[in-house]
C-alpha cells in the first residue's frame, strides 16, 4: 500500500470547496457521471483507432445507493485507471484543477457569476462526501487500484481484487448531505443533469410484464422479468441530422424535454453547425398569445449532452428567451461569468448566428405556406416585434414576414399595406397614414367611422407597439401610424369631407363657451362641421403623447422618463349635429349643463374612459331620466 500527500499547496482544499460552492453542491453527481461518461467514450474511441483490443460490449453507468452504509456508487465500464495513472490523473491532475479554480474564482463563485459551476472534475465530489474510494481495473492488463481518501490531502492507494474493466467511485457522505440518499433526489438530479447523456445510465431496476403467451392456459399468470431501469435518452433529437427527423419526433422530443407542457409548439428550428463554432440545438416556438409572463420552461443549455443551465441569457438574444428548446455547444466558455460572456467574440457568434436562423426560418414558413402563418401570428408576433426593437440585424429581416393585420383579419407586409393605401389614406404632407386600433371593443365606435370612409384599420394591439411603430416611422418608410381615436385622424376623415357649418360664426363662438364652461380643463373643445348624422361628441387624444405615455408604461424605454404625464383630450363636438343645435338654444342653465355633461360622459363611455364614480353617478343619472 502507497500512501502520501497530495500536492496542494492550500493545507485543506476541501472544506473550501464546501464553503465556495455551496449552493451548488449537487452537479456532484453530473461531474462524477461526465468522467465515467468520458471513460467510456474514450475506450470507445481506443477501440476505434485499434489501440485497444477489448470487447465494447453495451457499457453503462450504474448509480447504485446504498441506504444503511450512506454510500453512493457510481460504476462505469469505461477505460479505467492503472495505479500510476491513479497517481497521475486524480492526485496531480484533479487537485490542480481544483486549486486553480479556487484560485481563480475565490471572489466571483460567491455570487455564482459562473454558469453551472461548470468543469468542476473529480474534486466535486468531496462537496457531499467525507471520503471517497475509487476501484478501478484499466483497460490495459494491470492490477486493479483502489485509492482513498478521507478530504485531507492524505491519501492511501492499494492493489485491489476488482476484476471488472472500469471504474467504481464510492461516495461517503457527510453528515450535513445525507439527503443525497434519498432515491428521490438522485432520481430528480438525474433527469436535471444527465437526462440526454450519450452512455446509458442505469438507476436501480423496473419490473415489466411480458405479453400472455397465444396457447396460454385460462388460470395463466403473467410472467414478469426485472430490467434495468435506464433514466436517459442516449440520442436526444438534437444530436440527429432534420433530414432524420419528422415533425411528429420534434414534437414527442418537446415533450421529452417538458413533460409538464401539454400543448405543441407552433414549430421548430433545427440548430446545426461546426463552423466558425460548434453548436447544435433544436428551438421550439411555444404558443405565446400576448402575454410576456416569464416561463418556467426555459431554454436548456448543454454541453456535449450533459445539462449546464436554463439560463442562456447572454449567449441566446434576450428576444429568443421566450422560446423553448436546447442548445448543445462545447464552445461556450463556462467557467466565466456573466459579463464575462457578453464580452466573448464566440459567444456573440453564436448569438448572431441563432438569431439568423430563426428569421430564415420565419421567412421560409411565410413563403412556404403563408395561410398557416397567419393563422400562428397573434402566438409569435410578440417575440418577433420584440427581437425587431432589440436586434437591427433581425429588424432588417423582418420586413420580409413581418404582417400587419386588419381588425378584419386580413394580413399585410408592410409592402403590400403600402399599396393598398397609397390610393386614399394619405395626409396633407403626402405621407401615407396607417390606421390602426389597439382595442377593437374600446375603439369599435372609431373603427366602424374609419371603416366607413373606406380606410384600412389595422389590429395593432401589442403592449409593445407603440415602440416599435415608433422605430418604424423613423425608419424612412415615409408611415404615419395614427390611432383611430387619436385627434390626427382629422387630418384624413376631414379630407374629403366638404360639409357644411349649420352654424354662423357667432354661433359657434357662443356653443364653445358654453362648452367650455362645463367641460373639465384636461379636454380641448375643438368645433367640426361633420356629417350630421355622425357622433355628437367624439373624444380624440392626440397620437404622440398617447404614444409617449405608452412607451414609458410598457418600459423598455427608460430614456423617454415620462412616468407620469397627464392625460390629454380633445373633445371633438359636430356642429351640425341635433345635439350641438339644441345646447346652443337651451336658456335654462341647468339644463344646458346637464345636456353637455350627459353628452361628455358618453362620448367617454364609448371609448371606455367611464369609470368607477363617474359611471356609477352616469347609471344613476340616465336611470333617472327614462323613469
Ligand atoms: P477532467 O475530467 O476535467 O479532466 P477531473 O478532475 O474530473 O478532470 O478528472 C481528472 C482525470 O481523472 C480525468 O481527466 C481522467 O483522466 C481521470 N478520471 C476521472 N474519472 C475517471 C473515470 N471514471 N474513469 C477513468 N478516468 C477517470
Same mark, same amino acid.
Given at each position: 500500500?502507497?500512501?502520501?500527500?497530495?500536492?496542494?499547496?492550500?493545507?485543506?482544499?476541501?472544506?473550501?470547496?464546501?464553503?465556495?460552492?455551496?449552493s451548488?453542491?449537487?452537479?456532484f453527481?453530473?461531474?462524477?457521471?461526465?468522467?465515467?461518461?468520458?471513460?467510456?467514450?474514450?475506450?470507445?474511441?481506443?477501440?476505434s483507432?485499434?489501440?485497444a483490443?477489448?470487447?465494447?460490449?453495451?457499457?453503462?453507468?450504474?448509480?447504485?445507493i446504498?441506504?444503511?452504509?450512506?454510500?453512493?456508487?457510481?460504476?462505469?465500464?469505461?477505460?479505467?485507471?492503472?495505479?500510476?495513472?491513479?497517481?497521475?490523473?486524480?492526485?496531480?491532475?484533479?487537485? @490542480?484543477?481544483?486549486?486553480?479554480?479556487?484560485?481563480?474564482?475565490?471572489?466571483?463563485?460567491?455570487?455564482s457569476?459562473?454558469?453551472?459551476?461548470?468543469?468542476?472534475?473529480?474534486?466535486?465530489?468531496?462537496?457531499?462526501?467525507?471520503?471517497?474510494?475509487?476501484?478501478?481495473?484499466?483497460?490495459?492488463?494491470?492490477?486493479?487500484?483502489?485509492?482513498?481518501?478521507?478530504?485531507?490531502p492524505?491519501?492511501?492507494?492499494?492493489?485491489?481484487?476488482k476484476?471488472?474493466?472500469g471504474?467504481?467511485?464510492?461516495?461517503?457522505?457527510?453528515?450535513?448531505?445525507?439527503?443525497?440518499?434519498?432515491d428521490?433526489?438522485?432520481?430528480?438530479?438525474l433527469?436535471?443533469?444527465?437526462k440526454?447523456?450519450p452512455?446509458?445510465?442505469?438507476?436501480?431496476?423496473?419490473?415489466?410484464?411480458?405479453?400472455?403467451p397465444?396457447?396460454?392456459p385460462?388460470?395463466?399468470?403473467?410472467e414478469?422479468?426485472?430490467?434495468?431501469?435506464?433514466?436517459?435518452?442516449?440520442?436526444?433529437?438534437?444530436?440527429?441530422?432534420?433530414?432524420?427527423?419528422?415533425?411528429?419526433?420534434?414534437?414527442s422530443?418537446?415533450?421529452?424535454?417538458?413533460?409538464?407542457?401539454?400543448?405543441?409548439?407552433?414549430f421548430?428550428?433545427?440548430?446545426?453547425?461546426?463552423?466558425?463554432?460548434?453548436l447544435?440545438?433544436?428551438?421550439?416556438?411555444?404558443?405565446?398569445?400576448?402575454?410576456?409572463?416569464?416561463?418556467?420552461?426555459k431554454?436548456?443549455?448543454?454541453?456535449?449532452q450533459?445539462?449546464?443551465?436554463?439560463?442562456?441569457?447572454?449567449?441566446?438574444?434576450?428576444?429568443?428567451?421566450?422560446?423553448?428548446?436546447?442548445?448543445?455547444?462545447?464552445?461556450?466558455?463556462?467557467?466565466?461569468?456573466?459579463s464575462?460572456?457578453q464580452?466573448d467574440?464566440?459567444?456573440?457568434?453564436?448569438?448572431?448566428?441563432?438569431?439568423?436562423?430563426?428569421?430564415?426560418?420565419?421567412?421560409?414558413?411565410?413563403?412556404?405556406?403563408r395561410?398557416?402563418?397567419?393563422?400562428?401570428?397573434?402566438?409569435?408576433?410578440?417575440?418577433?416585434?420584440?427581437?425587431?426593437?432589440?436586434?437591427?440585424?433581425?429588424?432588417?429581416?423582418?420586413?420580409?414576414?413581418?404582417?400587419y393585420?386588419?381588425?378584419?383579419? !386580413?394580413?399585410?407586409?408592410?409592402?403590400?399595406?403600402?399599396?393598398?393605401?397609397?390610393?386614399?389614406? !394619405?395626409d396633407?404632407?403626402g405621407?401615407?397614414?396607417?390606421l390602426?386600433?389597439?382595442?377593437?371593443?374600446?375603439?369599435?365606435?372609431?373603427?366602424?367611422?374609419?371603416?366607413?370612409?373606406?380606410?384600412?384599420?389595422?389590429?395593432?394591439?401589442?403592449?409593445?407597439?407603440?415602440?416599435?411603430?415608433?422605430?418604424?416611422?423613423?425608419?424612412?418608410?415615409?408611415?404615419?401610424?395614427?390611432?383611430?381615436?387619436?385627434?390626427?385622424?382629422?387630418?384624413?376623415?376631414?379630407?374629403?369631407?366638404?360639409?357644411?357649418?349649420?352654424? @354662423?360664426?357667432?354661433?359657434?363662438?357662443?356653443?364653445?363657451?358654453?362648452?367650455?364652461?362645463?367641460?373639465?380643463?384636461?379636454? @380641448?373643445?375643438?368645433?367640426?362641421?361633420m356629417?350630421?348624422?355622425?357622433?355628437?361628441?367624439?373624444?380624440?387624444?392626440?397620437?404622440?403623447?398617447?404614444r409617449?405615455?405608452?412607451? @414609458?408604461?410598457?418600459?423598455?424605454?427608460?430614456?423617454?422618463?415620462?412616468?407620469?404625464?397627464?392625460?390629454?383630450?380633445?373633445?371633438?363636438?359636430?356642429?351640425n349635429?341635433?345635439?350641438?343645435?339644441?345646447?346652443?338654444?337651451?336658456?335654462?342653465?341647468?339644463?344646458q349643463?346637464?345636456l353637455?355633461k350627459?353628452?361628455?360622459?358618453?362620448?367617454?363611455?364609448?371609448?371606455?374612459?367611464?369609470?368607477?364614480?363617474?359611471?356609477?353617478?352616469?347609471?344613476?343619472?340616465?336611470?333617472?331620466?327614462?323613469?
Amino acid at each position: 500500500m502507497t500512501t502520501g500527500k497530495i500536492n496542494v499547496s492550500v493545507e485543506n482544499i476541501f472544506p473550501l470547496i464546501k464553503k465556495f460552492l455551496y449552493s451548488d453542491h449537487e452537479i456532484f453527481l453530473r461531474e462524477l457521471i461526465s468522467n465515467g461518461t468520458d471513460a467510456t467514450l474514450k475506450l470507445k474511441h481506443l477501440i476505434s483507432i485499434g489501440e485497444a483490443k477489448v470487447e465494447y460490449g453495451n457499457p453503462i453507468i450504474e448509480i447504485k445507493i446504498d441506504k444503511e452504509g450512506k454510500k453512493i456508487h457510481i460504476i462505469d465500464q469505461g477505460l479505467g485507471m492503472t495505479a500510476d495513472e491513479v497517481e497521475k490523473y486524480i492526485n496531480q491532475v484533479a487537485f @490542480s484543477g481544483a486549486e486553480e479554480f479556487l484560485d481563480k474564482y475565490k471572489d466571483s463563485a460567491k455570487d455564482s457569476g459562473i454558469i453551472g459551476h461548470f468543469g468542476l472534475g473529480f474534486y466535486s465530489a468531496f462537496m457531499v462526501a467525507e471520503k471517497v474510494e475509487i476501484f478501478t481495473k484499466s483497460y490495459k492488463d494491470e492490477p486493479a487500484a483502489h485509492w482513498t481518501c478521507d478530504g485531507s490531502p492524505e491519501f492511501t492507494l492499494e492493489p485491489t481484487d476488482k476484476t471488472t474493466r472500469g471504474t467504481e467511485i464510492v461516495l461517503h457522505i457527510a453528515e450535513d448531505s445525507l439527503e443525497f440518499l434519498e432515491d428521490s433526489k438522485i432520481y430528480e438530479l438525474l433527469n436535471k443533469y444527465n437526462k440526454f447523456m450519450p452512455i446509458p445510465i442505469k438507476f436501480g431496476t423496473k419490473t415489466e410484464t411480458l405479453p400472455k403467451p397465444e396457447d396460454a392456459p385460462e388460470d395463466y399468470i403473467n410472467e414478469t422479468i426485472e430490467l434495468d431501469n435506464i433514466i436517459n435518452n442516449p440520442n436526444p433529437a438534437w444530436t440527429k441530422q432534420p433530414t432524420e427527423l419528422s415533425d411528429e419526433d420534434y414534437k414527442s422530443f418537446y415533450r421529452e424535454l417538458y413533460p409538464m407542457q401539454f400543448e405543441d409548439p407552433l414549430f421548430n428550428i433545427h440548430l446545426n453547425v461546426d463552423y466558425p463554432f460548434n453548436l447544435t440545438g433544436i428551438l421550439y416556438f411555444p404558443k405565446l398569445g400576448s402575454d410576456m409572463q416569464i416561463q418556467k420552461d426555459k431554454i436548456q443549455l448543454y454541453q456535449n449532452q450533459v445539462y449546464v443551465t436554463d439560463n442562456v441569457e447572454g449567449i441566446v438574444p434576450e428576444f429568443l428567451t421566450m422560446l423553448k428548446g436546447v442548445i448543445d455547444s462545447p464552445d461556450i466558455p463556462l467557467n466565466v461569468s456573466r459579463s464575462g460572456l457578453q464580452a466573448d467574440g464566440a459567444v456573440k457568434k453564436i448569438s448572431n448566428y441563432i438569431t439568423r436562423k430563426v428569421a430564415d426560418k420565419l421567412k421560409a414558413l411565410f413563403n412556404e405556406n403563408r395561410a398557416d402563418f397567419e393563422e400562428k401570428w397573434n402566438d409569435i408576433k410578440i417575440v418577433l416585434e420584440y427581437g425587431m426593437l432589440s436586434e437591427d440585424k433581425f429588424y432588417e429581416k423582418a420586413g420580409a414576414f413581418f404582417l400587419y393585420p386588419t381588425v378584419d383579419n !386580413t394580413y399585410f407586409t408592410l409592402e403590400e399595406l403600402k399599396e393598398k393605401i397609397k390610393e386614399n389614406q !394619405t395626409d396633407k404632407d403626402g405621407k401615407l397614414v396607417v390606421l390602426y386600433a389597439g382595442n377593437k371593443d374600446a375603439q369599435h365606435s372609431y373603427i366602424e367611422t374609419a371603416k366607413e370612409k373606406g380606410y384600412e384599420v389595422l389590429l395593432l394591439d401589442s403592449p409593445i407597439i407603440s415602440h416599435l411603430i415608433q422605430k418604424i416611422e423613423g425608419d424612412n418608410t415615409g408611415l404615419s401610424f395614427v390611432r383611430v381615436d387619436s385627434d390626427h385622424i382629422d387630418n384624413l376623415i376631414k379630407k374629403d369631407e366638404n360639409t357644411i357649418s349649420k352654424l @354662423s360664426d357667432e354661433e359657434k363662438e357662443a356653443l364653445k363657451t358654453s362648452l367650455e364652461a362645463y367641460i373639465p380643463k384636461a379636454y @380641448s373643445v375643438q368645433l367640426e362641421a361633420m356629417d350630421s348624422q355622425a357622433a355628437p361628441f367624439i373624444i380624440t387624444q392626440p397620437e404622440f403623447m398617447r404614444r409617449m405615455k405608452e412607451m @414609458s408604461q410598457s418600459g423598455g424605454s427608460g430614456m423617454f422618463g415620462m412616468g407620469n404625464m397627464p392625460e390629454m383630450y380633445n373633445l371633438v363636438v359636430n356642429t351640425n349635429s341635433e345635439l350641438a343645435t339644441n345646447i346652443l338654444n337651451t336658456e335654462d342653465k341647468t339644463h344646458q349643463e346637464h345636456l353637455v355633461k350627459q353628452a361628455l360622459d358618453l362620448a367617454k363611455l364609448s371609448q371606455n374612459l367611464l369609470k368607477g364614480e363617474a359611471l356609477t353617478a352616469f347609471v344613476k343619472r340616465s336611470f333617472e331620466m327614462i323613469k
